[in-house]
T-cell receptor, first 112, second 112 residues
Framework: NAGVTQTPKFQVLKTGQSMTLQCAQD?????MSWYRQDPGMGLRLIHY???????DQGEVPNGYNVSRSTTEDFPLRLLSAAPSQTSVYFC?????FGYGYTFGSGTRLTVV | TQLLEQSPQFLSIQEGENLTVYCNSS?????LQWYRQEPGEGPVLLVT?????EVKKLKRLTFQFGDARKDSSLHITAAQPGDTGLYLC????????????FGQGTELSVKP
């Protein structure tokens, strides 16, 4: 049982490049979310999904796109990377309302 | 915009002491969760509370949910060095069950 798998674990991008952070879960969870974590700021919600085909914006959605074509996968796309997007990104999933989230191990992204 | 305020932001105590961490919002939580995070890893769920006045215990950790569902506390009895880590509260509001917002976190250091 793999849980929530994030790839890659580390990535360095140049300003203006685009990339996709991958997230997959094998627990048949309906809810999936993407967060970024910066020093002293806790976790901030970027986008979330309550089921396949349904996505919505979180607290800091600008510069990021998501889609949810299957229950298992929830990729996060950076359209044109900026140094302000240097952060640690976490993907998480949950069975439903009132249930806790399972987090992936994170992707550490540096934009130079 | 729902905002979670967590306090204190930093806490450094000696082994054996007791401590309490607080989580407050101006809005009513539909559910509230507490997580613990260690360096380099994703947050791990400690507890979920949904009912006003609810109290849950997890070994030396006691979690309380306010009667009005606008506040919560985490109390640790006789802290140990192994309790060191980042403690995060997170809540959902109204019917936005898939939108989980985190507080800034409390960095706890327990010295032997």
């Amino acid at each position: 049982n793999a849980g929530v798998t994030q790839t890659p674990k580390f990535q360095v991008l140049k300003t203006g490049q685009s990339m996709t952070l991958q997230c997959a879960q094998d627990m048949n969870h309906e809810y999936m979310s993407w967060y970024r974590q910066d020093p002293g700021m806790g976790l901030r919600l970027i986008h979330y999904s309550v089921g396949a085909g349904i996505t919505d914006q979180g607290e800091v959605p600008n510069g990021y796109n998501v889609s949810r074509s299957t229950t298992e996968d929830f990729p996060l796309r950076l359209l044109s990377a900026a140094p302000s997007q240097t952060s640690v990104y976490f993907c998480a999933s949950s069975y439903s309302f009132g249930y806790g989230y399972t987090f992936g191990s994170g992707t550490r992204l540096t934009v130079v | 915009t729902q905002l979670l305020e967590q306090s204190p932001q930093f806490l450094s105590i000696q082994e054996g002491e007791n401590l309490t961490v607080y989580c407050n919002s101006s809005s009513v939580f539909s559910s509230l969760q507490w997580y613990r995070q260690e360096p380099g890893e994703g947050p791990v769920l400690l507890v979920t509370v949904v009912t006003g006045g609810e109290v849950k215990k997890l070994k030396r950790l006691t979690f309380q949910f306010g009667d009005a569902r606008k506040d919560s506390s985490l109390h640790i009895t006789a802290a140990q060095p192994g309790d060191t880590g980042l403690y995060l509260c997170a809540g959902s509001f109204g019917n936005q069950g898939g939108k989980l917002i985190f507080g800034q976190g409390t960095e706890l250091s327990v010295k032997p």
